[in-house]
């Protein structure tokens, strides 16, 4: 097979005209740096809860890029055209990446929570009442949803009016995009639930078919792509993070994170990311794992 690119954390290769390869490595990045430490099995976790969830979709009739897993750590999906230049993408092209990334929220936490505090974004935003004061770990009154670019060096946050200009969508495929999240969405918090887990929120990537129906493609549903809380913590006041971002809160702890978006602010050369020490590669290890398991329900050995 040919190699066709590699990425943040996974490897792509060409099998024939219709089908890649997706070969998920040990690699982790955070904040758009990939850390130079690996992970052992977490490429094999992250894998197996994608195609989890992608059987999940199939049973429930939406459609996706998957075909088959190949073990411990490849898959084999449906090829779409990649396409950078956004000029060549209109509402008559088929078979294609949508240039975009979905993110949909359903508690305050991350992000969100800074933007609220900064007055970026407001209570009435997410569906509070006027007045309201917005608080960590709080469940929204609906969900919230956000969407930046994909195919850029740094993800760039993007309004709905530009997200369509830029990815070939009608307004009516970007309202039908959502309501597919939503539909994924409320499978995957009806699935954990069983496994005490709480989805806070997660990102999502689509393509269209060569009938230019929406598809599901890349992953989703791990703790990688998305957020999750123990909900026996959650309970008793604690959001616990049972994610990639309890990685990102160590680079904010030991003052990274703040160098890092300094830099790009000022537009000088970014600080190289340090590596993870030995006893948090372990517990990061031990995480994917146990989330596989809580996710899918499944042993990973």
Known sequence: MKLLRTGKVKRVYDVDDETLEFEFTNQISVFDKIIPSEIPFKGETLCRSSAFWFQVLKKSGIKTHFRELVPPNRMRVKKVDVISDYGKLNCSRANYLIPLEFISRHYVAGSLFDRTKDREITAEDLGFPRNHSV????????????????????????????????????????????????????????????????????????????????????????????????????????????????????????????KLYKARKEGVPEPPIPALPEEMVKQVSDLYIEMFERITGESFR
């Open 135 to 258: 608080k960590y770990g709080e469940k929204l009154p609906r969900p919230f949803f956000e969407v930046t670019t994909k195919l850029e060096p740094v993800d760039r946050p993007l309004s709905v009016e530009e997200a369509i200009k830029i990815s070939g969508l009608t307004t009516e495929e970007y309202a039908r995009t959502i309501e597919l999240i939503e539909k994924v969405d409320d499978l995957i918090a009806k699935e954990v639930e069983e496994r005490m887990l709480i989805h806070v929120d997660g990102k999502k990537e689509m393509a269209f078919d060569e009938k230019r129906r929406l598809i599901i493609v890349d992953t989703f549903g791990t703790a990688d792509e998305d957020r999750w809380w123990d909900e026996d913590e959650y309970a008793k006041g604690n959001c616990v993070e049972l994610s990639k971002e309890a990685v990102r809160q160590y680079y904010r702890d030991i003052g990274y994170h703040e």
